[in-house]
C-alpha cells in the first residue's frame, strides 16, 4: 500500500472515532464528573473538566490508534531483516504539527485564565483576591491547626465553633488561616481548596446553591493525624442559619470570653527547638 | 602466618590477608565513617551542653545528628580513598589521575575512576535502593487495604510514605543518568574517559552514602514531611527529619556534580567529526537533564541548609512568629523540585528516540525537533515551578503566567511524541523487549500528560491538586517515564555492558506483567482523587474500599514483576551466563562496535565521525515505485 493509502486511512479512522468519543465523553462523562453542582464554583469546575476532556478526547486517540496501527502495519516480516524508508523528516507536518499544539495549548491558558478570574474558582486566591464579587458576602473564617478545622463568624461577634454551616444562595468569603503548619481547606462539593498558611488570610469566594451536607478534609500533608482531619459542612436556608448561629452564640458564650479577639490571622508561638 | 603464606596466589605478592585489609577500601570506609558518625555525634553533645549518650532519643539533639552524619560521610570518603589525590598535590607528592583500572573484581567494590566500572556500581546500587522503595511501596498499599489504620501506626505509616517518595525522587533522580550515561556517553561521543573521572566515582559514592542515610530515618523517628518536606511541619519533626535533610542535601551535591561532570564531557571530549548535529539523541538528553541538574540541585542544598539551622541553631527562615515565611521554603523547594521532574523525564526521552530507530530500522524522525523539544523542556522547566502552589495564596495574580507557561511546556514535549510518531511511520518494527518497554513509555506517557493538563489548569486544579489524582498523574510520568525506559535500558545496553543475556521469555512475561499492572494500579487512582481521597492518608472514605482493594491488589503484582525481573537477573546474568551476540540488535551506534567487554581505555585509536549514528533504512524510493509490503 502506498504512503498516501496509509495516511488517508489513519486519518479516517481518527476522525471517525473523534467524531463518535468526544460526545460521548461529554455527554455519559461529563454529568459525573467531580466535584458536582453544590455550588457556583463547582458546576464551573465541571464545566472545565468536561471541556478539558473534550480537548483530550481527540489528543489521545491520535496517540493511541496510531499506535495501534503502527503495531499492526508497520512490522519487520517474521525472520526477515528489511530496512524502513530513510525518512528523516517532513517540515511541513513539523510545522503543521507547531502551529495546531501551540494553537492548542494557547487557548487552553486563554479559558483557563477566563474561568479563573470570572469567580476565583473556589481556588485559594490569597489575602487580596484580584477578582472580588460584588453584592453582600457572608465573611467566615476557617481556622485550621493540628488536627481539626474551626470556624469564626466576625459578623456574629467573632463566635468560635467547630460545625461549618453557611446559609443558602449566599455567597460567602472563606479567609483561610492556620495556627501552626501548613493544612489545605478542602470542601469537596463546594468546589473550594485553599491551603490554611500561619499568619496568612487566604481568601475564597464561594456560593452554595443547594441545600446539602458537604465533606470537609484537610488536603496537605500536616503530620501524623492528616489522615483523621476531616468533618462535615451543612449548607441550610437563611432562617435555620439564622437560628442556628444564635444557638452558637449561647452555647460557646463562655469559651468566647477567652477567645483573642478576632483577627484576619493568629500569629503563632515560635516552636523552638533547643539545640 | 604461615597458612597465609600458603595461601597466596601468584599474582599478588607477598601480602598477608590482614595486611590486604588495610589501605583504602571500602572496609577502612564503614569503619571510618562509623568512626565519624560516632565523633560528630560526640562533638555535637559538648556544643549544645547535653550528656553524652551512645542511644538516639527520638527528638532529643539535632545537632549531634546532623554532625554525626556530616563526619561519616567525610570518615566514609576519606576511607575510600577520595582524599589521597589532593593531599598528595598539597605535599608535593607525584600523584595519579586515574585509580584501580585493573581488571579485578574488587574495584566494583571501592572508588574506582574507569566510567564503565562506574556505570555498573551505579546500576547496582541504584537497583537495591529501587527495591528498597518499591518495597514501602507494598507496605503502603498493605496499609490502604482498610480504610481505617489497621497494618501500621499513623507515624509509621508517614514515615513509609515519606520514605518512598524521598527515595525513589532521591535515588532514581540518577536512574538512567548514572549507570547508563556515566557508561554510554563517553563511549558514544568517542572518548577515553569522562571529563573528571575522580568527581564521577564522587557522585556515586555521595549517593550510596545518602541512602544509608535516609534508610538511617528508622532509627530516629522516621519523618512525617512526605518527600517535599514543608515547613513549618518539617521544624516541628523529630530527629529523623535530620536524616532527610542530609538525604536529599547529598544527593543535591550528587547531581550537581554528575550534571557539571557530563556537561564538561559532553562540550569538551567529543571525537573529531561528532558535531552538535551528529550527537546521537540520547546524548542530547543527557546534556539537557545535566543542565537542569546544575542549576536546580543547589537550590535544593541551599533550601535544606536554611532548614537545617531552623532546626538546629534556632534561626528562623521559615519560623512565622521570627519574621520566616513557610512560602520561601515551598517557593525554593518547587524551584528546584519542577525541573527535578524534567530529570527525570528528559533522559526517558533520549532512550525512546535513541532505541526507536535501532527496532524499526529508520532513522531518527525529526532529529532536530527532537532536539529543540528537549531544550525546550530544559529552559520552560525553570518557568512552571508555581503550579504546584496554585491553591496557596502565593503570587495569586501571577497564576494565569505559570497556567500558561505549565500549558506551553506541552509544546515541546509535543514534538517528542511527533519524532516518535515519525520514526514508527512504515517502519520495520521488530517487538522485542527494549522496543516494547519503548511502546509502554509512549501509552504511559500520554496518560501522564494529558492528565497533566487538567493539573495545569487553575479551576480544574482545585479539585484534583493534593489528591490521589496528582499521585496517579505524577506516578504515570515519572514510573511510566522513567522506569519503564530505565528497564528497557537494562535489557537493551546491559548485554553490552555485561557481555550476557537475559531470558527472553522471563524478560516478556516481567514486560507484560509490569505494563498490565501498572496502569491497573494508577489508572484507579485517577478516580479515587476525582472521588476526594486525599494524597498521604492512611484513613479514607469506606465507599471507597473496594477501588483501594483492587489498586493495592495491583500493586502486589506490579510488585511480583519486580520480582520476575530480581530472577530473570540472577538466573541469566549468574546461573546461565549465555554469551550475547556482539551486536543481537543490529545497532549502528559507536558503543555497539567497540569490542565486549569494552577495554579500559575504550578505543585503541580515536574514531572519527562522519555521520550521525542512525543511517538506517533505504534511501527514499521514486514516488510510486516503492513494493508493497507484506500485510497490506
Known amino acids: 500500500m502506498a504512503e498516501r493509502n496509509h495516511a488517508r486511512r489513519f486519518g479516517a479512522i481518527w476522525i471517525v472515532s473523534t467524531l463518535i468519543a468526544t460526545p460521548l465523553v461529554v455527554v455519559l462523562l461529563g454529568p459525573i464528573l467531580p466535584p458536582g453542582n453544590g455550588s457556583e464554583q463547582a458546576s464551573g469546575h465541571v464545566t472545565d473538566n468536561t471541556v478539558l476532556m473534550a480537548m483530550a478526547t481527540p489528543v489521545l486517540l491520535l496517540v493511541v490508534i496510531y499506535l495501534i496501527y503502527s503495531i499492526i502495519y508497520f512490522r519487520q516480516p517474521q525472520g526477515a531483516a528489511l530496512e524502513g524508508p530513510a525518512v528523516r523528516g517532513n517540515a511541513r507536518l513539523q510545522t503543521t504539527w507547531i502551529v495546531i499544539t501551540s494553537a492548542l495549548v494557547l487557548s487552553l491558558a486563554v479559558y483557563g485564565t477566563v474561568r479563573l478570574e470570572e469567580d476565583g474558582a473556589g481556588a485559594g486566591g490569597g489575602p487580596s483576591p484580584l477578582v472580588v464579587p460584588s453584592g453582600p458576602k457572608l465573611p467566615v473564617q476557617v481556622i485550621a491547626q493540628q488536627w481539626a478545622f474551626t470556624y469564626r463568624y466576625p459578623t456574629y461577634g467573632g463566635i468560635e465553633t467547630p460545625h461549618l454551616v453557611l446559609p443558602v444562595n449566599q455567597m460567602v468569603e472563606l479567609n483561610i488561616t492556620s495556627l501552626d503548619v501548613i493544612h489545605s481547606f478542602w470542601a469537596y462539593q463546594l468546589g473550594v481548596k485553599a491551603d490554611a498558611n500561619p499568619n496568612v488570610d487566604n481568601i475564597v469566594y464561594v456560593k452554595p446553591t443547594h441545600l446539602q451536607t458537604f465533606e470537609i478534609r484537610c488536603a496537605e500533608l500536616c503530620g501524623i493525624w492528616h489522615g483523621a482531619m476531616f468533618d462535615h459542612g451543612h449548607v441550610v436556608s437563611a432562617s435555620a442559619f439564622a437560628t442556628w448561629i444564635q444557638q452558637e452564640q449561647s452555647t460557646f458564650a463562655a469559651a468566647h470570653k477567652v477567645l483573642p479577639p478576632y483577627s484576619k490571622t493568629y500569629i503563632p508561638e515560635p516552636t523552638r527547638r533547643g539545640g | 602466618m604461615s597458612t597465609t603464606t600458603e595461601a597466596q596466589t601468584p599474582e599478588t605478592p607477598s601480602r598477608p590477608l590482614w595486611r590486604r585489609l588495610i589501605g583504602f577500601n571500602l572496609l577502612s570506609a564503614v569503619l571510618l565513617g562509623v568512626g565519624g558518625y560516632y565523633l560528630g555525634w560526640f562533638i555535637g553533645h559538648q556544643i549544645s551542653g547535653k550528656s553524652f549518650e551512645f542511644q538516639a532519643k527520638t527528638d532529643e539533639?539535632?545537632?549531634?545528628?546532623?554532625?554525626?552524619?556530616?563526619?561519616?560521610?567525610?570518615?566514609?570518603?576519606?576511607?575510600?580513598?577520595?582524599?589521597?589525590?589532593?593531599?598528595?598535590?598539597?605535599?608535593?607528592?607525584?600523584?595519579?589521575?586515574?585509580?584501580?583500572?585493573?581488571?579485578?573484581?574488587?574495584?566494583?567494590?571501592?572508588?574506582?575512576?574507569?566510567?564503565?566500572?562506574?556505570?555498573?556500581?551505579?546500576?547496582?546500587?541504584?537497583?537495591?535502593?529501587?527495591?528498597?522503595?518499591?518495597?514501602?511501596?507494598?507496605?503502603?498499599?498493605?496499609?490502604?487495604?482498610?480504610?481505617?489504620?489497621?497494618?501500621?501506626?499513623?507515624?509509621?505509616y508517614l514515615s513509609l510514605v515519606g520514605m518512598h517518595g524521598t527515595m525513589m525522587m532521591g535515588m532514581m533522580t540518577s536512574g538512567i543518568m548514572g549507570p547508563f550515561a556515566n557508561y554510554f556517553v563517553p563511549i558514544m561521543i568517542g572518548a577515553r574517559r569522562m571529563a573528571f573521572p575522580r568527581l564521577e566515582a564522587l557522585t556515586f559514592w555521595?549517593?550510596?552514602?545518602?541512602?544509608?542515610?535516609?534508610?538511617?530515618?528508622?532509627?530516629?523517628?522516621?519523618?512525617?514531611?512526605?518527600?517535599?518536606?514543608?515547613?513549618?511541619?518539617?521544624?516541628?519533626?523529630?530527629?529523623?527529619?535530620?536524616?532527610?535533610?542530609?538525604?536529599?542535601?547529598?544527593?543535591?551535591?550528587?547531581?550537581?556534580?554528575?550534571?557539571?561532570?557530563?556537561?564538561?564531557?559532553?562540550?569538551?571530549?567529543?571525537?573529531?567529526?561528532?558535531?552538535?548535529?551528529?550527537?546521537?539523541?540520547?546524548?542530547?538528553?543527557?546534556?539537557?537533564?545535566?543542565?537542569?541538574?546544575?542549576?536546580?540541585?543547589?537550590?535544593?542544598?541551599?533550601?535544606?541548609?536554611?532548614?537545617?539551622?531552623?532546626?538546629?541553631?534556632?534561626?528562623?527562615?521559615?519560623?512565622?512568629?521570627?519574621?520566616?515565611?513557610?512560602?520561601?521554603?515551598?517557593?525554593?523547594?518547587?524551584?528546584?523540585?519542577?525541573?527535578?521532574?524534567?530529570?527525570?523525564?528528559?533522559?526517558?526521552?533520549?532512550?525512546?528516540?535513541?532505541?526507536?530507530?535501532?527496532?524499526?530500522?529508520?532513522?531518527?524522525?525529526?532529529?532536530?525537533?527532537?532536539?529543540?523539544?528537549?531544550?525546550?523542556?530544559?529552559?520552560?522547566?525553570?518557568?512552571?515551578?508555581?503550579?504546584?502552589?496554585?491553591?496557596?495564596?502565593?503570587?495569586?495574580?501571577?497564576?494565569?503566567?505559570?497556567?500558561?507557561?505549565?500549558?506551553?511546556?506541552?509544546?515541546?514535549?509535543?514534538?517528542?511524541?511527533?519524532?516518535?510518531?515519525?520514526?514508527?511511520?512504515?517502519?520495520?518494527?521488530?517487538?522485542?523487549?527494549?522496543?516494547?518497554?519503548?511502546?509502554?513509555?509512549?501509552?504511559?506517557?500520554?496518560?501522564?500528560?494529558?492528565?497533566?493538563?487538567?493539573?495545569?489548569?487553575?479551576?480544574?486544579?482545585?479539585?484534583?491538586?493534593?489528591?490521589?489524582?496528582?499521585?496517579?498523574?505524577?506516578?504515570?510520568?515519572?514510573?511510566?517515564?522513567?522506569?519503564?525506559?530505565?528497564?528497557?535500558?537494562?535489557?537493551?545496553?546491559?548485554?553490552?555492558?555485561?557481555?550476557?543475556?537475559?531470558?527472553?521469555?522471563?524478560?516478556?512475561?516481567?514486560?507484560?506483567?509490569?505494563?498490565?499492572?501498572?496502569?491497573?494500579?494508577?489508572?484507579?487512582?485517577?478516580?479515587?482523587?476525582?472521588?476526594?481521597?486525599?494524597?498521604?492518608?492512611?484513613?479514607?472514605?469506606?465507599?471507597?474500599?473496594?477501588?483501594?482493594?483492587?489498586?493495592?491488589?495491583?500493586?502486589?503484582?506490579?510488585?511480583?514483576?519486580?520480582?520476575?525481573?530480581?530472577?530473570?537477573?540472577?538466573?541469566?546474568?549468574?546461573?546461565?551466563?549465555?554469551?550475547?551476540?556482539?551486536?543481537?540488535?543490529?545497532?549502528?551506534?559507536?558503543?555497539?562496535?567497540?569490542?565486549?567487554?569494552?577495554?579500559?581505555?575504550?578505543?585503541?585509536?580515536?574514531?572519527?565521525?562522519?555521520?550521525d549514528p542512525y543511517e538506517y533504512g533505504t534511501p527514499l524510493p521514486v514516488a510510486g515505485a516503492e513494493p508493497a509490503p507484506a500485510g497490506a
Open chain 2, 61 to 156: 539533639n539535632d545537632v549531634a545528628l546532623l554532625l554525626a552524619y556530616f563526619f561519616g560521610v567525610v570518615g566514609f570518603l576519606i576511607g575510600l580513598g577520595f582524599a589521597n589525590y589532593p593531599v598528595s598535590r598539597l605535599l608535593g607528592r607525584p600523584a595519579s589521575l586515574r585509580e584501580k583500572e585493573d581488571h579485578g573484581i574488587g574495584r566494583y567494590f571501592g572508588l574506582c575512576t574507569d566510567h564503565k566500572v562506574v556505570g555498573i556500581q551505579y546500576l547496582v546500587g541504584i537497583g537495591v535502593f529501587f527495591f528498597v522503595g518499591g518495597l514501602n511501596a507494598m507496605l503502603i498499599r498493605t496499609e490502604l487495604l482498610h480504610p481505617t489504620p489497621t497494618a501500621f501506626g499513623p507515624n509509621q
Open chain 2, 206 to 611: 555521595l549517593l550510596m552514602a545518602a541512602g544509608f542515610i535516609l534508610v538511617s530515618t528508622i532509627f530516629f523517628g522516621g519523618f512525617p514531611t512526605g518527600w517535599t518536606g514543608y515547613e513549618p511541619l518539617n521544624d516541628q519533626a523529630v530527629m529523623g527529619m535530620d536524616s532527610y535533610i542530609c538525604f536529599f542535601a547529598l544527593v543535591g551535591l550528587s547531581m550537581a556534580l554528575l550534571g557539571l561532570n557530563m556537561i564538561a564531557t559532553i562540550v569538551t571530549m567529543r571525537a573529531p567529526g561528532l558535531t552538535f548535529s551528529r550527537l546521537p539523541i540520547f546524548v542530547w538528553s543527557v546534556l539537557a537533564t545535566a543542565v537542569l541538574m546544575v542549576l536546580a540541585a543547589p537550590t535544593l542544598i541551599a533550601v535544606l541548609l536554611m532548614a537545617s539551622l531552623d532546626r538546629t541553631i534556632n534561626t528562623s527562615f521559615f519560623v512565622v512568629g521570627g519574621g520566616g515565611s513557610p512560602y520561601l521554603f515551598e517557593n525554593l523547594f518547587w524551584f528546584f523540585g519542577h525541573p527535578e521532574v524534567y530529570v527525570l523525564a528528559l533522559p526517558g526521552f533520549g532512550i525512546v528516540l535513541e532505541l526507536l530507530p535501532v527496532f524499526t530500522r529508520k532513522p531518527l524522525w525529526g532529529y532536530r525537533l527532537a532536539v529543540s523539544g528537549m531544550l525546550g523542556v530544559t529552559l520552560l522547566s525553570f518557568f512552571v515551578w508555581q503550579h504546584h502552589l496554585f491553591v496557596s495564596g502565593i503570587n495569586a495574580d501571577l497564576r494565569p503566567f505559570y497556567m500558561l507557561s505549565t500549558e506551553i511546556i506541552s509544546i515541546p514535549t509535543g514534538f517528542i511524541f511527533l519524532c516518535v510518531m515519525g520514526t514508527l511511520w512504515k517502519a520495520r518494527s521488530t517487538f522485542t523487549v527494549p522496543m516494547l518497554f519503548c511502546m509502554a513509555w509512549v501509552f504511559n506517557f500520554l496518560i501522564g500528560g494529558l492528565s497533566g493538563v487538567f493539573l495545569s489548569d487553575t479551576p480544574s486544579d482545585t479539585d484534583t491538586h493534593g489528591s490521589f489524582f496528582v499521585m496517579a498523574h505524577f506516578h504515570y510520568t515519572i514510573m511510566g517515564g522513567l522506569i519503564f525506559t530505565f528497564f528497557a535500558a537494562i535489557y537493551y545496553w546491559v548485554p553490552k555492558m555485561t557481555g550476557l543475556r537475559f531470558n527472553e521469555r522471563l524478560a516478556k512475561a516481567h514486560f507484560w506483567l509490569m505494563f498490565v499492572a501498572f496502569n491497573s494500579t494508577f489508572m484507579p487512582l485517577f478516580v479515587l482523587g476525582m472521588k476526594g481521597m486525599p494524597r498521604r492518608v492512611s484513613q479514607y472514605a469506606p465507599n471507597l474500599q473496594g477501588l483501594n482493594i483492587w489498586v493495592s491488589i495491583s500493586a502486589f503484582v506490579l510488585g511480583f514483576s519486580m520480582l520476575i525481573f530480581l530472577y530473570n537477573t540472577v538466573y541469566s546474568l549468574i546461573f546461565v551466563r549465555l554469551r550475547a551476540e556482539s551486536n543481537p540488535w543490529r545497532s549502528k551506534s559507536l558503543e555497539w562496535q567497540v569490542p565486549t567487554p569494552v577495554p579500559v581505555h575504550n578505543f585503541e585509536q580515536i574514531p572519527v565521525f562522519d555521520s
